[in-house]
């Protein structure tokens, strides 16, 4: 119960920036909550030091309590100052976390608190690992977190045969996808899309007025400059045709999570080298026949050796449907 409320907590923080959604909640011996506290961003309080001046400001006094936290505790100094010791400068007797930290710098923490005599246990709770689950790919697998984006047709065209692809969806998928663009840390193209398209690949979502604008990423050798992709700094040409070169250009720039918004040469090349986490398919009920493909040749030549993504999804968006699959491992 208490976990479910740190999880809502943690919901609170943004989906995007290098550190992960993390609430807490400190709680009594008696059951009674003391204080709670999620956190909004880097460079402010994490959860645990917020939750303890919560509990200050209510005027509890937190000695003997537990702190229910979705994430280990830190024990490094990063931004701010270790976790584990604003837990036991409290005078907090348990902690129980929901999700091991994976990351190399900032895991251990239950250890620590273990050894200054706190009770502190790993209590499994899968809600908190699923949201962060981007999170958590991206600091296991070493790299940012991929979700590769395109809208098609019902014969899984992208672009007409003479390169027009305004629009194929409705104005419910492109406000969704605007939505998803404002939880990521970077949109990616290849030099392609920004020729032919000019796209500004910013984040629009409706009812959000000042939305979270993602790094602007261009993949490809041919120089676009003058495009609407440089109007600002907020953006780089990553001149190359690796993806690996690309995703460590982006962790460069503190990279957690990336859209990958086509054109179906780049959508092809991460496809191809492994690197895509996660698929997001707007499919409208149209059919062009000729055109552009999703994707190219990935090199499978049999039903058996066909991709298959996992945890599916397919909603509704007007008339238009959006379907979501997660592929490679990715955390449980
Ligand atoms: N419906 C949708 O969701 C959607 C989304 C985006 C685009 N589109 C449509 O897709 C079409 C553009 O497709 P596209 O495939 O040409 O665009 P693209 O994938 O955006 O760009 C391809 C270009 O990127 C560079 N590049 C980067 N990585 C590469 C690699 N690994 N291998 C080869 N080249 C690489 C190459 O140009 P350099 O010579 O500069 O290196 C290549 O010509 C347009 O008609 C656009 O409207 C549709």
Redesign the pocket.
């Known amino acids: 119960m208490h976990l479910a409320r740190a999880v809502e907590l943690a919901a609170r923080g943004p989906a995007h920036g290098p550190n992960p959604r993390v609430g807490c909640v400190i709680v009594a011996a008696d059951g009674t909550m003391l204080g709670e506290g999620w956190h909004r961003g880097a460079g402010t309080p994490h959860a645990e030091p917020a939750a303890l001046a919560d509990a200050r400001e209510r005027g509890h006094d937190v000695a003997g309590a537990t702190a229910y936290v979705t994430l280990e505790p830190c024990s490094h100094t990063g931004r701010t100052g270790p976790c584990t010791d604003a837990l036991a400068a409290a005078g907090i007797a348990s902690v129980r976390f929901a999700v091991e930290d994976p990351n190399p710098q900032a895991a251990g923490g239950g250890e620590v608190l273990r050894g200054r005599g706190i009770d502190a246990r790993h209590a499994a709770y899968a809600p908190a690992a699923a949201l962060n689950r981007r999170w958590l790919g991206a600091v296991e697998q070493g790299r940012p977190w991929v979700i590769v ?4 047709t019902l014969d899984g ?4 045969q003479d ?4 629009w ?1 969806t409705g104005e419910e998928a492109r406000a969704h996808a605007h939505g998803v663009r404002a939880e990521v840390d970077a949109i990616l ?9 000019d ?1 500004s690949l910013s984040a629009r979502p409706p009812h959000i007025e000042d939305p979270h604008q993602p790094l602007r990423a261009v ?4 120089d ?1 400059f003058g495009a609407k992709v440089w109007r600002d700094d907020n953006a780089i040409a990553i ?5 690996h070169e ?1 995703l460590a250009a982006l962790a460069a720039r503190e990279v957690r999570t990336v859209v990958v ?9 991460f496809l ?1 080298a492994g690197l895509v986490d996660e698929v997001h398919a ?1 499919i409208a009920p149209a059919i062009l026949g000729a055109g ?1 493909s ?1 994707v ?1 040749d990935l090199g499978i030549g049999t039903m058996g050796g066909a991709l298959r993504g996992r945890d599916v999804t397919a909603t509704a968006l007007g008339v238009d449907t959006l379907v979501t699959a997660f592929f490679q491992r990715g955390p449980q």
């Open positions: 984006k395109w809208a098609q065209r992208t672009a007409a390169g027009t692809s305004f194929i193209v290849g030099t392609g899309t920004v020729v032919v398209d796209p993949l490809g050798l041919r676009t001149r190359s045709h690796d993806p690309a918004e086509g054109g179906g040469t780049v959508t092809t090349a191809r707007y552009t999703a190219g």
